[in-house]
């Protein structure tokens, strides 16, 4: 059964990588009017799925995830309408060179030609991969969660509508009907017809896909950040950075969890965090080296760290606390411990902000700025489908150029190699 | 064992990583000396390999690619100091910008890590490798044939030893100095010390890789190339052409495999192509769409074409041949039967030419110009790595940029997310 949706999805590939700027801008319109018009009928269908999802124990945060309502809808319609806006990376020329033997060499940009989207509960994450997908001329199969089958199948069918009333094959966007975990096995499998794999969700799964997989996958996702706070701080700066930074969106990837702070001002700012950060509900955890800073008695925000807690990413209120002896151990720190999303240092020092750019290899590094930014939409790249910590292809926000890939063009008069 | 050279090597690539550009460039004219001077011992080594090998009955042909000589190292010898002229891809600030609120973003090149490098006979690929890994800034695992012990053993001794005379690792360049074939598999695990694999050598080693790899791999290599001489070539012109990308270095990946002509001037052309191509000792398959063309009694160069003849890779004199109605079902065999490496077309006519350009999609794309370009150092690369047909990261020659990866780097005023 997948090796004909990969069939499928390669002949549709081959006609999606053809079609004009226009005709997929006008499909993602389309696609908007769709959903904005049947959201009674996709609403219906997420609304069985919380039935069933209730029914089958679905925590409420997870319901939380899996449900779609007005507003959420109208925030589909308007992505897509966004999206339809964005320049189109196909087809873009660069790189464009004249040998010494008058051959003339360009790059040329084309998409990438089949995603295999792996994804959890999240419905709107279909209409956001099919949207990238049509723009970026790829085909896409998507896996979404069991839990969401019947708003998948709504969504995918208006996704399918819109692409047959723009004479575009309806396989561009297909996704997997069935619940068995074994389709997840054999979609890892299927590298003559999909060229990509990108799981969104938790690490299990991207663990997952890495071990199974005979396609390149793009993990990421897991973000483990730093923010070093440096003895030249501007401490009242610094302070709303790391603010917003843990507490802006605590639940997301790049939201902070580790605080270093240089021993030579742990004793003025690290109470100050305490109090800022305690105020929206952060809680601590400090290592024996930060102890000694958080006052006496010890707040009741404030823990003892466990064994795990410089390993994880907290996806919550929670914020691990250290005191560093300077730059060298910040940076040995969140080279052992970090997952090379997105780290930063405050400092006025510039010697060190190039000490730090340089020797912390992560997909974003920051100056004095939150790490809340890390983001295709905040980077200017229109979009994002993932978010990469990988080292292959792409680093850090992964957006509409990214689902490309390019082809050389190399033009002669009857050239011969001598 | 595996997993302590994964270890070394992540260690290794750390301080590589942060190495100056002199520093490396010295290193390599080091080792250029070292191999220079050291040239007995190793021709030496690479003895004792040559003489295992005639006596457990490798082919001519392998000792023949297992072999150095005097020659090959001055080749070598050479291959190095241009290396160290070349310019360094590390640190290289690209994609400068400032977002409308201020943040300023670059990217900036760093190395991708650590390298694992599977090849087969041939041990100048060992220096060519460990060249490349030290100008990248990259650490490299090495595992050659397991024909090439002695020699390897030898050329890896000297290439640590260079390292560590300018002040880097030795563990910078590690090689498996293991026959047992286990050994790659272990080294496919290693996702956590490995961030990429390149595989050298023919599609069953392409293969093993890609299906039991937990790292990236970057397939390539195998090159079924096809030129179609459209109705509107310069015929004249166009015979020096299909002469060079078959007959100047058939054995390799870049040469033509499948000669597409126009029936509108296959009358004229075909026995043209027949003789020209003849006289250097090609031998032809041709279909029955061809076989109409190639004259009366059939030329005892010709046979027709069996069921595999144009999916194959002919790595030698052989040419297949095919009469096609024009330039649709040019492009759509081109489709059914490339493998993405390197197509071309012939033809005076621009909109043929443009059409082939976006609708064939192979690594390279050619228009009048000889296959047989695709390559390093003639697309102005300076160094060629392996040539990729996979679409992601890199495709078509891969050089020194391409063993890079990036991070964006990320500079505010103490910038929070709104």
Known sequence: MLIEMGRAARTASKQLALAATEKKNRTLLTLADYLDEARADVLAANGQDVE?????????ALIDRLMLNDKRIDGLVSDLRHLAELPDPVGERYDETVLPNGLSLHKQRVPLGVLGVIYESRPNVTVDVA?????????A????????LASNRALVGLVQKALVANGLPAETVQFIDDRDRARVHELLKLHEYVDIIIPRGGAKLHQFCRENSQIPVITGGIGICHLFVDQSADLDAALPVIHNAKTQRPSVCNALDVLLVHRAIAGDFLPRVLDDLGKDGVTFRADE???????EPVPSSVQPTGPEDFDTEWVSLVLSLKVVE???EAIAHIGTHGTAHSDGILTEDDANAARFINEVDSAVVYVNASTRFTDGGQFGLGAEVAISTQRLHTRGPMGLRELTTYKWVAQGEYHVRA
């Open 52 to 60: 069933e999802g209730r029914k089958s124990g679905l925590s409420e």
């Open 131 to 139: 949207g990238l997908s049509i723009k970026t001329g790829n085909a």
């Open 141 to 148: 199969i998507l896996r979404g969660g069991s839990e969401t």
């Open 289 to 295: 080296t930060a102890m000694p800073f958080v006052g």
């Open 326 to 328: 300077g730059l060298d």
